[in-house]
T-cell receptor
Framework: DQQVKQNSPSLSVQEGRISILNCDYT??????FLWYKKYPAEGPTFLIS?????DKNEDGRFTVFLNKSAKHLSLHIVPSQPGDSAVYFC?????????????FGKGITLSVRP | DAGVIQSPRHEVTEMGQEVTLRCKPI?????LFWYRQTMMRGLELLIY????????DSGMPEDRFSAKMPNASFSTLKIQPSEPRDSAVYFC??????????????FGNGTRLTVT
């Protein structure tokens, strides 16, 4: 049973446009959310995170939005660059409690066309 | 810092053979995690250690899988006997805390395992 769902396996956007990567979760106890980026033949690397007490966190071209009532978060990349082409994993955890380990989604492959 | 180091990068073996994957975490990190990545299930946590002690192995798929951490700088994941359905990319990761809010996971580059 997938507690973190990334239902779109892939996304293709034009360079300079906005990329929107979506993620849904089912466990209402999750209170911290992260995005990891993975290039081929490399391990995932941390990109950006958000706590459930916020609804937005911005870091340069990357912004994560959280809608707790919908159990939905999204990663916006503006403007998209060819170097952003990678697999993006959404992850969630409970900051406290027994489930503080990360639960990952299946990932979304983003392709940015020059 | 060299980061998390995994070996081998690629492993091809025949069904029934024993496979051992190795990991050296980042020095000073007290937590070590083994993940498996497949197309169907994404990144799954298999087991994690704190100060060399296994804390949660609920993700280990079956008794054919075992993991050890004999010291703070080395861990192994062993599959015996291996089966074709074990084919996946196995990642090791480490962190200095379990609190992901201030201690993101650092992943190695993974071992791509193919069992024929």
């Amino acid at each position: 049973d997938q507690q973190v769902k990334q239902n779109s396996p892939s996304l293709s956007v034009q360079e300079g446009r906005i990329s929107i990567l979506n993620c849904d979760y089912t466990n209402s106890m999750f209170d911290y959310f992260l995005w990891y980026k993975k290039y081929p033949a490399e391990g995932p690397t941390f990109l950006i995170s958000i706590s459930s007490i916020k609804d937005k966190n911005e870091d340069g071209r990357f912004t994560v939005f959280l809608n707790k009532s919908a159990k939905h978060l999204s990663l916006h990349i503006v403007p998209s660059q060819p170097g952003d082409s990678a697999v993006y994993f959404c992850a969630a955890s409970e900051i406290t409690g027994a489930n503080s380990k990360l639960t990952f989604g299946k990932g979304i492959t983003l392709s940015v066309r020059p | 810092d060299a980061g998390v180091i995994q070996s081998p990068r690629h492993e091809v073996t025949e069904m029934g053979q024993e496979v051992t994957l190795r990991c050296k975490p980042i020095s000073g990190h007290d937590y070590l995690f083994w993940y498996r990545q497949t197309m169907m299930r994404g990144l799954e946590l298999l087991i994690y250690f704190n100060n060399n002690v296994p804390i949660d192995d609920s993700g280990m798929p079956e008794d054919r899988f075992s993991a050890k951490m004999p010291n703070a700088s080395f861990s192994t994941l062993k599959i015996q006997p291996s089966e074709p359905r074990d084919s996946a990319v196995y990642f090791c990761a480490s962190s200095f805390s379990l609190a992901v809010s201030n201690s993101p996971l650092h992943f190695g580059n993974g071992t791509r395992l193919t069992v024929t």
